[in-house]
């Protein structure tokens, strides 16, 4: 018979010894009660159920795993128990939610290459349950179309902003532009850049006319511009450097256009709504997207991208300011880093709304629908502004947060200041107190944002991590509202509200989430507004929202919950809304990004599917919210991150690079490209300055793989500094650039003191100024002469105390008398040195102090210049930049130098003798000036000092004969390329110009040869084979190379003859070397150039000197089978026909013929080679540029190839045949 049922069960991985029971079912109710009596869990079957029996399972104190279910029946046959199990019944207890393992990734919020966005779980979850919905993947695309909700105010009174850096924007094109908005016509700067020297500015003036400066000279434009009052206009200037004139639109429109205003050589600051020369012309009105652009940039090109947002790597953008921020004292530079300062002016923000609450009154937000368990990640966020020492007042809170007074304390708080005035978070019966003092009646926000996770609750003040602590001190929130302007809480036995600790102030943008924000969303989003559809945003009162009212809309108070529209929110007395509002920017142009994701067991990956240059350089956010496990459970919080995303693949080493480097030094440094990826990269380099070459500026680069670019700055580069950007290009028009920050530095004047030489003294409290500017550069010194001997000098140097900059100097001298003292500034800046005017008398007084800290001596740079030139013993070309009435008067002019009775001077027909006894010069009509050159013969190495003012470049003219040598001065006080420099010049074919030792011929339009750039004091001959004609040296180079000449040369010859030579058998590694007459060390060694172009040798000798030519190979010597006799001023060979150095090396070009030469179409390879590689076949110009390459392939050993030279220009070429690394060259003419 059948007796009882038993329900059993053990763990899944228990064995059958485990099975307990968890009750007894009989079929009589006697029968149960008996078990009942005797403990056991019993019950009697209930006809009324169907034969089904029922169990209420309790599983609390059971760990969570697997389970086996079962039932048992027992019948009773000849007194005897039988069991009959029924089949296994499994299932899974899992009472634990899946939760964040560890930080999501990448954990230091940049997404690199290498990198996946990924957030890994403590358990398997459920991929087949995951939607789009589960996921929210925002941020700025590049190019998204911005807006003006956040701008920058200014007053035209004394607000401006300015730059922490000086830019040098010197020969630069340019494109400034930016957005204004202003009430009324006024006489103000837009922007400015450069110094009190030198300025580029546009604006306009009351007649509402745009006005641009550059340098001297401001254009008007003829007609008004369409301007929007009290709207938005976009301005820009452009200036040609090229042209040197400028454009400038408004509205994209034309309103001056193609100006010419000379060259601008401006290095200084930018200034936006002031003019930086003047400091004056202050803006009153609003800008915002302001930008400059390294290019001339078309009006169709401005127009767009002006509404676009930019990554700051854009190809040729110098500086973005975005002015976005809405908060601090600066607005970055996403561009270079340049920030600009904020002297005066405000954030312009969004209109919008403030609850004011005037210590009597409240507002109680309905908050029933946020709740937050003591499991759940939260983050609660408002501003605050609070009247000056308020103390025992809560600004927000949903009850007591500290009593255990008639309500619980754990689902509880309060935010306020105690009675001593500091800011606290009261909850759970704890009190923490935050860092600072925040009753200052200004905007503030609170931001507690608590990590079950992590262990961490953090309070953020102002977006800046104030104070942390457990999160055990953080239970739960829980009530039906949450009040502010009042602490409202219940006392212990009472249902009666009690409301105390007002609040006299006001409060804005209350937010609510069930999710932890990190600090970097923290930092970048305190002060941005929410829409209220955001992922885990649970409460948002914003205070404002807009209605439609006719037709318009129109912004009111409202004490609505954004999130979930609830309008049941009430105010307790009168509480207004107020349009004084914290900075609080709008969202912006924040949208949805493409994205996808995939699961591996307990890890959940999201993939960016937005094209690279869109998102490159952006802040990505991301939210994941109802993730669940594979038994259902949901995670209790939303996750998030951020992630600045930095993928391209193709990098340099390092983003900058800082040089300081000595004036006339050649500067190599070098800069590794590196492919973090894993596929084959082409690339370029763009925007490379004139004064910088580089190995490459284009390749393919395989993926891991490094490559190292080597870059040569040129030892010309003039003193100052330099800020460029070399931008390494991919094939998909990503950039990545690499800051260059070049300092040249001067040969700093030997001003050398020696105080024990003299008796008397007196000190100096000065400033310098240097072009109008009070100097803030500590290498600037200021020195005091006495009869041409330096009795005092100082750099100036920076009084923290006074904020001022110094010199503080002594003053010697050998007399106690009061006597005249000369004073000369360096700047070092630039490389030069000036006579300085004191702003009152500053003669020698003994011991006397002249200045005060408060009153210093200002000491100003005026006209008059000095120069030290070095001529080297021997032979020295020279010229001379300065004018001085002195010239004519040689021994006066040429006093400080150090001469010898065969000391000489001479222009091309006359000379002057320095005679010893006289202690004067013999002269035979050589008369001093500033357009010829002069051979000086010194017999010591010496520094030949003078001085005078500069010369007025655009009016002095050159005469140069023809058909014969000329001896021509060089005038500009920096060095140019030969072609900048002579581009004046009417140059023809065969012309010559040459120094002491290089030289260059006028060929294909183009100076080619040994001599590249022309140098400050150095003397050319220039051998005109046309008519005579004159010219005048450019105002400005756009190479900004030297102000100082380099190294002098010098040589024991007055004169020096010129060969334009090929070496057809030249190899790697050879050596060529020039002996003059039959003394071995009279050896000039050729420096052989690339890429097998001619080679331009400088040959100084006695006349008749033999010249013979030798070449050393693999560690042979081998002589040309040609030699030349030295004729002064004789030019051999030219580039159509070079002299050809024949050394019949052996094995060299023997196994190749090449035919015809001289060619009229077809050109004929062929020979014999000692394997079958591929062959190279290259063909360069004289000038060594690659105008022909192809690959040919080899079979039999026997190389067999075609040249079409059909379209060749008719002229010499150079050919090279390359095997295995081995190469042969030959000369071909073509017809």
């Known amino acids: 018979d059948f007796e009882h049922i038993e329900l059993q069960y053990k763990p899944a991985s228990g064995s059958d010894n485990d099975w307990l029971t968890l009750a007894y079912y009989y079929k009589e109710d006697s029968l149960a009660k008996n078990a009942v009596a005797n403990g056991l869990n019993a019950f009697a079957i209930s006809s009324t159920d169907g034969g089904n029996i029922y169990y209420n399972f309790y599983m609390d104190n059971l760990p969570d795993q697997k389970y086996d279910l079962r039932a048992v029946s027992f019948c009773n046959i000849n007194n005897e128990l039988y069991d009959n199990p029924s089949e296994v019944v499994s299932g899974i207890k899992d009472m634990y939610n899946p939760r964040l393992f560890g930080t999501p990734k990448p954990a230091d919020g940049v997404l690199t290459i290498n990198d996946d966005i990924r957030i890994d779980f403590n358990e398997t979850i459920a991929e087949g349950m995951l939607t789009a919905n589960n996921f929210e993947v925002t941020g700025v695309r590049n190019g998204a179309v911005s807006d003006h909700s956040v701008a920058i105010a200014l007053d035209g009174v004394n607000d401006y902003l300015v730059t922490e850096a000086t830019r040098n924007f010197a020969k630069k094109d340019l494109t400034f532009e930016c957005w204004v908005n202003f009430d009324s016509l006024q006489n103000a700067t837009f922007f400015s850049h450069g110094s009190a020297n030198e300025a580029i500015s546009m604006g306009m003036n009351n007649n509402g006319n745009v006005v641009v400066k550059v340098g001297s000279k401001e254009i008007t434009s003829e007609k008004v511009p369409v301007w929007e009052k009290s709207s938005w206009n976009h301005v820009a200037l452009v200036y040609d450097n090229v042209d040197t004139t400028v454009t400038a639109y408004v509205n994209y429109v034309s309103v001056i256009d193609g100006q010419k205003v000379g060259a601008y050589n401006g290095n200084g600051v930018v200034e936006i709504g002031r003019n930086v020369a003047t400091q004056?012309?202050?803006?009153?009105?609003?800008?915002?997207?302001?930008?400059?652009?390294?290019?001339?940039?078309?009006?169709?090109?401005?127009?767009?991208?002006s509404a676009t947002q930019l990554s700051g790597n854009d190809l040729g953008l110098i500086a973005y300011y975005a002015m976005d921020e809405a908060k601090g004292n600066a607005t970055e530079d996403k561009a270079r880093g340049a920030n600009l300062i904020m002297k005066g002016g405000s954030w312009a923000l969004p209109e919008g709304r403030s609850a004011a609450f005037d210590g009597t009154d409240y507002v109680a937000l309905n908050s029933s629908a946020a709740v937050i368990?003591?499991?759940?990640?939260?983050?609660?966020?408002?501003?605050f502004n609070a009247e000056n020492g308020a103390k025992n007042q809560t600004i927000i809170s949903n009850g007591n947060g500290i009593d255990n007074v008639g309500e619980d304390p754990a689902k509880l708080f309060s935010v306020g200041f105690n009675e001593n005035g500091v800011l606290s978070f009261n909850h759970n019966g704890y009190s923490t107190l935050v860092d600072g003092n925040y009753a200052d009646n200004n905007w503030h926000n609170f931001t507690l944002s608590v990590s079950r996770s992590s262990g961490t609750a953090r309070i953020?003040?102002?977006?800046?991590?104030?104070?942390?602590?457990?999160?055990?001190?953080?239970?739960?929130?829980?009530?039906?509202?949450?009040?502010?302007?009042?602490?409202v809480w219940h006392k212990e036995k009472s249902v009666t509200k009690t409301v105390d600790q007002y609040f006299t102030g006001k409060v804005d943008e209350i937010r609510l989430w069930n999710l932890y924000r990190q600090q970097s969303q923290i930092e970048s989003f305190y002060n941005q507004k929410s829409n209220g559809d955001e992922m885990g945003l649970l409460l948002y009162y914003?205070?404002?929202?807009?209605?439609?009212?006719?037709?318009?809309?129109?912004?009111?108070?409202?004490?609505?919950?954004?999130?979930?529209?609830?309008?049941?929110?009430?105010?307790v007395g009168k509480v207004n809304g107020v349009t004084n509002i914290p900075p609080v920017k709008s969202k912006g142009a924040v949208s949805s990004l493409l994205y996808d994701w995939v699961v591996n067991n307990d890890a959940l990956i999201i993939t960016l599917k937005e094209q690279d240059y869109r998102i490159e350089k952006t802040i990505v956010n991301v939210t994941v919210n109802k993730v669940q496990d594979v038994n259902g459970n949901y995670i209790l919080s939303p996750i998030t991150l951020s992630a600045y995303i930095d993928r391209n693949q193709l990098k340099w080493m390092d983003d900058a690079v800082t040089i300081e480097k000595k004036e006339g030094e050649s500067y190599k440094f070098e800069m590794p490209i590196v492919n973090n990826g894993g596929s084959v990269i082409n690339y370029?380099?763009?925007?490379?300055?004139?004064?910088?070459?580089?190995?490459?500026?284009?390749?393919?680069?395989?993926?891991?793989?490094?490559?190292?670019?080597?870059?040569?700055?040129?030892p010309s580069l003039a003193v100052g500094s330099y800020n460029e950007v070399v931008y390494l290009t991919n094939s998909n028009n990503v950039t990545e650039p690499l800051a260059l920050n070049v300092t040249v530095e001067g040969s700093t004047p030997d001003w050398n003191v020696d105080p024990s030489k003299y008796e008397f003294s007196m000190a100096v409290f000065a400033q310098i100024k240097v072009d109008g500017q009070f100097s803030n550069d500590e290498k600037d010194m200021l020195a005091a002469f006495y009869q041409g001997e330096c009795v005092g000098k100082a750099n100036i140097s920076y009084d923290k105390t006074l904020d001022m900059w110094y010199a503080l100097m002594t003053v010697y001298s050998p007399v106690s008398r009061s006597h005249n003292v000369e004073y000369r500034i360096w700047d070092a800046s630039k490389g030069l040195m000036s006579r300085a005017a004191a702003s009152v008398s500053a003669n020698f007084v003994n011991n006397s102090v002249l200045g005060k800290p408060d009153q210093p001596i200002v000491f100003s740079n005026d006209s008059l210049k000095y120069q030290n030139i070095q001529l080297n013993?021997?032979?020295?070309?020279?010229?001379?930049?300065?004018?001085?009435?002195?010239?004519?008067?040689?021994?006066?002019?040429?006093a400080n130098g150090n001469w010898a009775a065969n000391s000489f001077v001479k222009n091309k027909n006359k000379s002057a003798n320095y005679s010893s006894s006289l202690k004067a010069w013999v002269n035979e009509g050589v008369s001093l000036n500033n357009t010829g050159m002069f051979k000086i013969y010194s017999e010591y190495d010496q520094t030949l000092f003078v001085s005078g003012s500069d010369i007025d470049l655009a009016s002095t003219e050159l005469t140069v004969n023809g058909k014969s040598w000329n001896y021509i001065s060089y005038l500009p006080a920096y060095s140019m390329s030969v072609k900048e420099a002579l581009a004046d010049y009417e140059a023809t074919e065969g012309d010559v110009i040459k120094s002491n030792d290089g030289f260059a011929m006028y060929y294909g339009n183009n100076w080619i040869g040994s001599l590249k750039n022309m140098l400050p004091n150095s003397g050319y001959m220039l051998k005109n084979a046309g008519a005579t004609k004159t010219f005048k040296y450019p105002t400005a180079s756009s190479s900004l190379r030297s102000a100082t000449a380099l190294e002098a040369t010098a040589s024991d010859y007055e004169m020096n003859m010129n060969i334009i030579a090929y070496v057809p058998e030249k190899q790697d590694g050879d050596v060529v070397r020039a002996i003059v007459g039959n003394v071995e060390n009279e050896v000039v060694e050729v420096e052989l150039t690339d890429d097998y172009a001619l080679q331009f040798i400088n040959i100084a000798a006695n006349a008749g000197d033999n010249i013979r030519f030798t070449l050393e190979h693999d560690g042979v010597t081998y002589v040309a089978s040609n030699q030349l006799s030295f004729v002064g001023d004789e030019v051999c060979g030219s580039p159509k026909s070079p002299v050809i150095l024949t050394f019949?090396?052996?094995?060299?070009?023997?196994?190749?013929?090449?035919?015809?030469?001289?060619?009229?179409?077809?050109?004929?390879i062929k020979g014999v080679v000692d394997n079958n590689e591929d062959v190279s076949i290259e063909i360069f110009d004289l000038t060594g540029k690659l105008v022909y390459s192809s690959t040919v392939t080899v079979s039999d050993y026997t190389l067999e190839a075609l040249v079409n030279m059909t379209d060749f220009t008719s002229g010499s070429y150079m050919l090279k045949v390359t095997q295995n690394g081995e190469s042969n060259t030959f000369k071909i003419v073509k017809k």
């Open 280 to 305: 004056s012309g202050n803006f009153s009105g609003k800008v915002d997207q302001f930008r400059i652009w390294n290019a001339v940039r078309s009006s169709a090109t401005i127009q767009a991208n």
């Open 373 to 383: 368990p003591s499991d759940m990640d939260f983050t609660l966020e408002f501003w």
């Open 460 to 487: 953020y003040m102002d977006g800046q991590l104030n104070t942390y602590f457990s999160n055990d001190k953080v239970d739960r929130i829980a009530s039906d509202k949450l009040y502010a302007g009042a602490r």
């Open 542 to 571: 914003p205070f404002e929202h807009y209605i439609d009212w006719q037709g318009t809309k129109e912004m009111q108070f409202t004490l609505n919950n954004i999130v979930n529209n609830d309008t049941t929110s009430v105010a």
């Open 684 to 714: 370029r380099l763009n925007n490379m300055p004139s004064w910088l070459s580089a190995s490459f500026e284009s390749g393919v680069i395989k993926p891991l793989e490094k490559q190292t670019v080597k870059f040569e700055i040129d």
């Open 873 to 894: 013993k021997g032979w020295n070309w020279v010229s001379f930049n300065l004018k001085s009435e002195n010239m004519s008067d040689m021994d006066a002019y040429l």
């Open 1144 to 1164: 019949n090396v052996d094995g060299v070009g023997d196994a190749l013929t090449v035919y015809p030469n001289p060619v009229d179409d077809e050109l004929n």
